[in-house]
């Protein structure tokens, strides 16, 4: 599986956000996309993931309510709308795919794309 993100930017916080990622290759109802971000001299954390098939997502306790993760099977794409953004929001953007579940752990997930930048100003 190939991957591209991309969406992000400088924003305010409490504005919102769409990101986008492009999957090309096995995309196949079992695949799962997740995204993670990692700030400045922290680890790489989870943020949310859905099921290929639109069985199952997952949401980070840090941005539960906040953000919204759906899936376009005609484009490859997947879209996590993050709201109400907060400082705290602030790294590096990644989404990735693994098949079976949908897991939280970036250690389950063999294919990684290119991360996108999100900075939000207070």
């Known amino acids: 599986v190939q991957l591209q993100a991309s969406g992000g930017g400088l924003v305010q916080a409490g504005d919102s956000l769409r990101l986008s990622c492009v999957a090309s290759g096995r995309t196949h109802g079992s695949a799962v996309v997740g995204w993670f971000r990692q700030a400045p001299g922290k680890e790489r954390e989870f943020v949310a993931a859905?099921?290929?098939?639109?069985?199952?997502?997952s949401y980070a306790d840090s941005v539960k309510g906040r953000c919204t993760i759906s899936r376009d099977n005609a484009e490859n794409r997947v879209f996590p709308q993050l709201n109400s953004l907060v400082p705290e929001d602030t790294g590096v953007y990644y989404c990735?795919?693994?098949?079976?579940?949908?897991?939280?752990?970036?250690?389950?997930?063999?294919?990684w794309g290119q991360g996108t930048q999100v900075t939000v100003s207070s």
């Open positions: 990735a795919a693994r098949y079976g579940r949908v897991l939280p752990y970036t250690r389950y997930y063999s294919y």
């Open positions: 859905v099921a290929w098939n639109g069985e199952s997502t």
